[in-house]
């Protein structure tokens, strides 16, 4: 299978000569950044409306058949086109840190084998780097590899708040931060559509777990839903200038996401005046007339039951919509209305009206920046007696223990999946860079079986590896499964949650065996987020976090290990000493209740580090956290208020001996306010790399909204004057520098 355009990418004879004209002049400002063209257009929100006059003309042409068609599925991943006018049907793909494998016209994989991509780290490791340059190199090559294989549409990034550890889908998103998700997800959204392809932000909104997540309705106050859950949203739109955006699963307040007038029509198409389109989570249509009237603009899914003979006319936005037209119970406005958003995406991702440059597929330029990536995003957690990074004079033997040493990840956690041309497994990575003169072993120690049992043939073998090693490398933690997604081993994985924190398959056995064999343990934990160590932490020296590193993950983890990588990730998600100190399961409602499943997200704004930090509860690591082979002095803060503004400056040295990386993070602290307030929030921060010995002045601006809360009776955010504290820390609870400041 080719992935090229047919020949109507080329707008047809039949569409406007003017149109023609006016989609071309704007592809030379669109080809270099798109969103140049977008700031400077005066609608803004990543839609320059010059071509409005066109798009009408063009809509004016069309029967309403036609339009109908453009707004549902006619395919697993396609929407209709008219080919009649030049307009190609629109081709969408998952999905978060790759391109999907071919699902051709109706999920029938495409075995022709040219259907791979670079899998990138996934979204919470693309997070932990805190490095939003990287957000942007990681759309570039999504959006340049999506564009190679013919897509349109690139489904995501995933922004969704991280509120429990338990949610299935933690691995694809970015944080239980709104400023941090934000910031990643700006980067990474422009990345992609710096190519020409559309990003589609998802799932708005609430989207917080898998289980029941068809049938979960979320409550939550107005000011947790303005100060968590929508501010990455909000910030994809107005500043990434998102074309697209996913409604999802759930319902909101008592109505589906992806028709919610209020999400979608008061606040993303109102508020925001996002001039995009809405497409629907797969199946997640549930109510013709409120699709119409509630903003949704493109019906997406698919019916597996009725494979292959899916009946695409039938969605909720087909057939039945021309009937209610043509019986005017409907105004052909609304229809043309949703048509007029997907003709502004396509001529905006040039697939009307001019021709796109090319990208390209799986190039090494693609797989070096998903290593980059990997490199910044592994966290060292713990590293008691500088256990690492290992050495390799005097280490002559490393047992490497534990199946996620050699389980390949790509195709795991379900829709995200992506099919690399190869994956650098962690097993693979030590054996290439600890070289000849260390004798590496390996031993799985663990089965990923649905049953969970220990098996003690494994450990027993296993601890006799790490007996007879100098060093032991243990890699496990969390599974994702692989085509049985749904089922064995899907702990990080879309359609389910995690059952419980605890480590799956009989790990704590085994590692607390192994440990007690050898302390010089490393443990390397693989996984969407926090698991339970209770059982063994207090035993070893040294921890690294890993996520799901993409195809070249085991490469980058072996650098860390080895030294060749100075550590700089840091974890964009607090971890819990147990589940039960999360605010989701110690204030709030989850999974929800029996009969309706509401969920009530009692816990309110005190997400994550949030509520850790104001209710005095003590993480295992805390949000922020990650160390470094060298260390790092702060001084010299001076805060300069500028109007409501006030710019930080500060002094960062690296006092070790070593060049690394920190990542310096501003907090604020509200002194004295009227509603009560997190005891510090995230509201800046820089990644700065740094020689042995050198320092650097960084300067960070705190703008008014770093100060502000949104008040529920004033429907708005509020600045009360009073004093504020500025914190400077290289985690949320390690503060190296502080400030005050009258406003
Ligand atoms: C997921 C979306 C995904 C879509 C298409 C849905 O099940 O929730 O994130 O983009 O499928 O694969």
């Not at 409120?290 to 087909?318: C, H, R, S, V, W």
């Not at 921890?543 to 964009?572: D, I």
Request: hydrophobic share 40%; with cysteine; aromatic share 8%.
């Amino acid at each position: 299978m080719t992935y090229k355009r047919p020949s109507f990418r080329v707008l047809c004879s039949l569409v406007l000569v003017a149109f023609t004209v006016a989609c071309s002049t704007s592809e030379k400002v669109q080809t270099s950044d798109p969103q140049a063209s977008a700031l400077s257009s005066n609608e803004g929100n990543g839609i320059n409306m010059s071509h409005e006059a066109q798009i009408n003309e063009l809509i004016s042409k069309m029967t309403l058949e036609e339009k109908v068609n453009m707004i549902h599925g006619v395919s697993s991943f396609t929407s209709g086109g008219v080919p009649r006018l030049g307009i190609p049907e629109m081709v969408m793909s998952d999905g978060p840190h790759g391109v999907r494998p071919e699902h051709g016209r109706d999920w029938a994989l495409d075995n022709a084998g040219n259907d791979s991509s670079t899998y990138l780290p996934t979204g919470v490791g693309l997070a932990a780097t805190w490095n939003p340059e990287l957000g942007y190199a990681f759309g570039e090559v999504l959006g340049s590899e999506a564009k190679a294989r013919g897509k349109d549409i690139i489904l995501g990034p995933g922004v969704n708040i991280m509120r429990t550890p338990l949610n299935g889908r933690n691995f694809e998103y970015l944080s239980e931060d709104p400023y941090l998700t934000s910031r990643m997800a700006v980067g990474y959204i422009k990345g992609v559509q710096s190519q020409g392809v559309a990003a589609c932000v998802k799932h708005y909104a609430a989207n917080n777990q898998e289980i029941k997540r068809a049938k979960v309705n979320v409550e939550m106050s107005e000011r947790a839903l303005r100060e968590l859950y929508l501010p990455a949203f909000k910030a994809a739109i107005t500043e990434g200038g998102a074309l697209s955006i996913m409604g999802a699963y759930n319902k909101f307040r008592g109505q589906y996401c992806t028709h919610n007038q209020y999400l979608i029509n008061d606040i993303l198409k109102g508020e925001w005046g996002f001039k995009g389109l809405v497409v629907s989570d797969w199946g997640a249509v549930m109510n013709t007339m409120e699709a119409i009237n509630n903003g949704t603009d493109i019906e997406m899914g698919t019916d597996l039951l009725q494979m292959p003979n899916i009946n695409y006319n039938k969605f909720l936005l087909g057939d039945t919509v021309i009937t209610l037209v043509k019986s005017g119970q409907v105004k052909e406005a609304l229809i043309d209305e949703k048509v007029r958003r997907i003709l502004r995406v396509m001529s905006h991702t040039n697939m009307i009206g001019a021709k796109r440059t090319p990208g390209a597929l799986s190039t090494k330029a693609h797989q070096e920046t998903a290593r980059r990536i990997a490199e910044e995003a592994i966290v060292l957690l713990k590293n008691d007696g500088n256990l690492l990074p290992l050495q390799k004079t005097g280490v002559k033997s490393i047992a490497v223990i534990g199946a996620n040493a050699t389980r390949k990840q790509a195709m795991g956690g379900g829709s995200s999946q992506v099919l690399p041309p190869y994956e650098v497994t962690p097993l693979q990575g030590i054996q290439k860079l600890a070289g000849a003169g260390v004798n590496v072993t390996f031993a799985p120690g663990f089965e990923v079986t649905r049953a969970e049992k220990a098996n003690q043939a494994l450990i027993d073998e296993a601890v006799k590896a790490a007996k007879s090693a100098d060093r032991v490398i243990f890699v496990g933690g969390w599974t994702h499964g692989y085509t049985d997604a749904w089922n064995g081993g899907a702990y990080d994985a879309e359609g389910a949650d995690k059952p419980s924190l605890k480590m799956p398959f009989a790990q704590d056995q085994l590692l607390t065996a192994v440990l007690k064999a050898n302390p010089n343990t490393v443990v390397v934990l693989i996984g969407g987020g926090p698991i339970d160590m209770s059982q063994w932490i207090g035993q070893t020296k040294a921890v690294v976090q890993a996520w799901y590193p993409g195809m070249e993950g085991g490469t980058a983890l072996a650098k860390v290990l080895f030294g060749e990588t100075n550590p700089s990730g840091k974890l964009p998600v607090s971890f819990p000493k147990r589940l039960q100190d999360s605010p989701a399961h110690a204030l709030g409602q989850y999974p929800g209740d029996k009969d309706t499943v509401n969920v009530e997200y009692k816990e309110d704004i005190f997400v994550g580090y949030r509520y850790f930090d104001t209710y005095k509860v003590e993480p295992l690591f805390s949000f922020g956290h990650g160390l470094s082979y060298t260390t790092f002095g702060y001084s010299d803060l001076k805060l300069n208020r500028q109007g409501d503004a006030v710019q930080v400056q500060l002094q960062v040295k690296n006092t070790g001996p070593v060049a690394g990386a920190e990542v310096v993070q501003l907090y604020v602290k509200d002194e004295q306010s009227s509603v009560k307030r997190p005891e510090k929030e995230l509201k800046a921060f820089s990644k700065v790399f740094l020689k042995p010995g050198e320092s650097k002045t960084i300067t960070l601006t705190l703008a008014k909204d770093a100060f502000q809360f949104y008040d529920e009776a004033k429907k708005g955010w509020v600045l009360e004057p009073g004093k504020f504290q500025i914190l400077a820390g290289s985690s949320s609870k390690d503060i190296r520098a502080r400030g005050e400041v009258t406003l």
